[in-house]
Each structure stands twice: as structure tokens, then as C-alpha cells.
């Protein structure tokens, strides 16, 4: 993918992932802690999830379509570099969300057959999950953060001044 109406389709495609993995880092967290938004979240945020590890590639596509269409740099390198990890964080939220979402379905009876194959009354299971939950949403918060301030850096250093520039009759 190169443009959408004349801007290279990255810069846009990157606002969603930066915004929409840690919000269902966040979910997932919030959905393995809380029965209650366990309840009412955990599906929704599963389907998020699924969007997010599709929008990674498409993004990381875009990306290296941008690549080759600006000056290199080390900056640039390093960005890229990071941003083919993106796919590693959200895979992981991805997994979980379902798997948190499933076992929601099977304490409600919604499951197959209404047979039970993540044990939803176990607290030890729980205890797990919650903990795999806070470690992979860490990792993925944190590795969104890497990405994007390696992106600003990339995009920005040397690019602009730190004093402004005199007012003028157009300001």
C-alpha cells in the first residue's frame, strides 16, 4: 500500500496501531482482573485484538514502501528495524484475548457443547492467565512505545527548529 489521498499510507496506518494495540493491552488486563468487564469486554476485545494483528502487517508493508521513498539514516534503520517486531506484541495480546474471551463463554455455558476446556471456575487458571495477561501487555505497551519514539525520531531529528520563527502578517 503507497498513498491514501496523497499521503503515504503509513503515517496513517501507524496511528491506529500505536493507539489500538495498547488499548487492547489495557482490555485485556482490565477483562482477566474484572469478572464484570470480563463479561461485557472480553469479546469485544478479542475482535480488537484480531484487527490489530491484521493491521500490523499492512502497516509494516506501508512502512517499507515509505523506506525506500525517503533518505536513509540510522534512525531510519533502527525504525524499521523495530517496527518488524510489532507482529511479536500483538500476536500474544491476540492469543490471550481469545483465549480469555473463550473461557468467559464456557463459565456462561456458551461454549461448545457447553463442555469446558479452560477450566473457567479455576482459580489457579485465572491467576495464570492474569499474570501472562500483565507481562504481555507490558511487553506490548512497551514495545509500542520503542516503535513509535523510534518513528518520531526518524521523522523529526534535524527537521525542525527549537526557537520559532517570527511572526508574520499570515500567523
Do not use: C, K
Not at 502497516?59 to 540510522?74: I, K, N, Q
Not at 528495524?81 to 463463554?105: C, H, K, M
Not at 520503542?146 to 527549537?162: K, M, V
Amino acid at each position: 500500500m503507497g498513498t491514501v489521498n496523497g499521503l503515504p499510507a503509513h503515517i496513517l496506518l501507524v496511528h491506529a496501531v500505536v493507539v489500538l494495540l495498547p488499548l487492547s493491552a489495557l482490555l485485556l488486563v482490565l477483562t482477566t482482573v474484572w469478572p464484570a468487564a470480563r463479561a461485557r469486554l472480553a469479546g469485544p476485545n478479542a475482535l480488537l485484538s484480531l484487527v490489530v494483528v491484521a493491521l500490523v502487517p499492512v502497516t509494516t508493508s506501508a512502512g517499507e514502501w515509505l523506506e525506500h521513498r525517503v533518505p536513509g539514516s540510522a534512525l531510519l534503520h533502527d525504525h524499521t528495524e523495530l517496527g518488524d517486531t510489532a507482529i511479536f506484541y500483538a500476536i500474544p495480546l491476540a492469543v490471550l484475548a481469545v483465549l480469555v474471551w473463550w473461557r468467559q463463554r464456557e463459565a456462561t455455558g456458551a461454549g461448545a457443547g457447553n463442555r469446558a476446556y479452560l477450566a473457567p471456575g479455576s482459580a489457579a487458571v485465572t491467576r495464570v492467565l492474569v499474570a501472562l495477561a500483565i507481562i504481555v501487555a507490558g511487553a506490548g505497551m512497551y514495545g509500542m512505545y520503542r516503535i513509535g519514539d523510534s518513528g518520531a525520531r526518524a521523522a523529526w531529528t534535524g527537521n525542525f527548529s527549537t526557537t520559532s520563527r517570527p511572526e508574520g502578517p499570515h500567523d
